[in-house]
């Protein structure tokens, strides 16, 4: 069984960053896959980044060149950076773990679990 919680969300102007950390708890951890994902109020959840036991990243388009997966194996650690942040970004976002070796996981059905959320709100 796999543990994720999710913390660093927050209230942030446009323009601004935030970084997002993504605890987990478990051996196997070095070896899952990472996914974030959002979803916005009226919204369903989306894929937003991704990345493998190796560290090779994905990116969603609407947030390529603006925000970094990254992980901490030896912390058990997930993070999102989060720059630039509009408006249009304003979700809670979501870290999980796949089982899955590929880079490109953008369902959230090849994720087994799920953290709790943050909210990040981006005001204009």
């Known amino acids: 069984q796999i543990q994720l919680v999710e913390s660093g969300g927050g209230l942030v102007q446009a323009g601004g960053s935030l970084r997002l950390s993504c605890a987990g708890a478990g051996r196997s951890f070095p070896s899952l896959s990472m996914g974030w994902f959002r979803q916005a109020p009226g919204k369903e959840r989306e894929f937003v980044a991704a990345?493998?036991?190796?560290?090779?990243?994905y990116y969603h388009d609407s947030v390529n060149g603006r925000f970094t997966a990254s992980r901490e194996n030896a912390k058990v650690t997930a993070y999102l950076q989060m720059n630039s942040l509009e408006p249009e970004d304003t979700a809670i976002y979501y870290c999980?773990?796949?089982?899955?070796?590929?880079?490109?996981?953008?369902?959230?059905?090849?994720?087994?679990?799920w953290g709790q959320g943050t909210q990040v709100t981006v005001s204009s």
């Open positions: 999980a773990a796949s089982r899955l070796s590929g880079l490109g996981l953008t369902a959230e059905g090849e994720y087994l679990y």
């Open positions: 990345i493998n036991w190796s560290g090779r990243t």
